[in-house]
């Protein structure tokens, strides 16, 4: 009987070892956040996280999920003139908000779970590639040789080899097959065709063509290159939110 009583209480001992413990109604934090159009608050267990944890992997999501950098757009010629006249004041310019942007960026310190922190190496990534990016075009647009050493040549070699090719003929044939193509996902074909026609005989067709091989053909061949995929970019916003009990959303209507 006796051992039969021992064997019973090492039962009970397991099965309430093995309970979960309920969270700490005192350990629950508030936590305020904004989406792209709702108002939230919840709670947080803070023996689970650290508010400074919530507020890296709500910058991932919500500031350093996109663009990073303020740069403008070369689509004329006008605008193609400017950044070669002001080359270096355009380096500087985007240096500094590297510096700035990395400072934030790599000091965050996010949950320390595999979602957030693949997150995190992904957002680092993003962020150097594109401020390379964008370093060389401000470059290639006043020496396109300077792509031959583009740290994206191997995924982009046809339109870095036309760019930067001696042979202007070359170039522009890479431009009409880029136009080509690009007049086939137009609603107006003839007319992308026809805009393409006038600037082939236009005596500065050099330089149009720059403005679509480097700001286009490259630009979108190397950005999509490392702009992470995923097959449901909403999971990691539904991630976020499950970290909080008691959320409420107050949300605009669109």
């Known amino acids: 009987m006796k051992k039969m009583m021992i064997g019973l209480c090492s039962a009970l001992s397991v099965i309430v070892l093995g309970q979960k413990k309920p969270s700490n109604v005192s350990n629950l934090t508030p936590y305020s956040y904004q989406t792209f159009n709702c108002d939230n608050k919840g709670y947080f267990d803070a023996a689970k996280y650290e508010k400074e944890e919530i507020d890296g992997v709500n910058k991932l999501l919500y500031k350093f999920n996109g663009v990073h950098f303020d740069t403008n757009p070369i689509f004329k010629l006008s ?5 070669r006249k002001n080359k270096e004041a355009h380096l500087e310019n985007l240096e500094k908000q590297y510096q700035e942007k990395k400072e934030e960026l ?11 922190k693949n997150l995190y190496e992904n957002a680092i990534q993003t962020f150097e590639n594109e401020y390379e990016l964008n370093r060389e075009e401000i470059m290639a647009f006043s020496d396109p040789a300077t792509l031959k ?3 994206f040549y191997n995924t982009c070699r ?7 090719s001696p042979d202007r003929e070359k170039m522009f044939e890479a431009w009409k097959n880029f136009t080509e193509l690009k007049s086939k996902n137009n609603a107006d074909p003839k007319a992308v065709m026809a805009r393409f026609d006038l600037k082939m005989n236009d005596p500065q067709k050099e330089d ?11 630009h979108n061949c190397a950005n999509s290159s490392f702009r992470q995929k995923r097959e449901d970019e909403g999971t990691v916003y539904k991630d976020f939110d499950k970290i909080f009990m008691k959320l409420k959303k107050n949300c605009e209507e669109l």
Not at 106 to 116: M, N, T
Not at 158 to 164: G, H, R
Request: avoid cysteine; aromatic fraction near 10%.
């Open 106 to 116: 790599y000091s965050l310190k996010v949950i320390d779970l595999p979602v957030w």
């Open 79 to 83: 605008s193609l003139e400017e950044i």
């Open 149 to 151: 050493n583009s740290k």
């Open 158 to 164: 046809e339109p870095i080899d036309a760019i930067s």
């Open 208 to 218: 149009y063509a720059l403005i679509d091989l480097i700001g286009l053909s490259f």
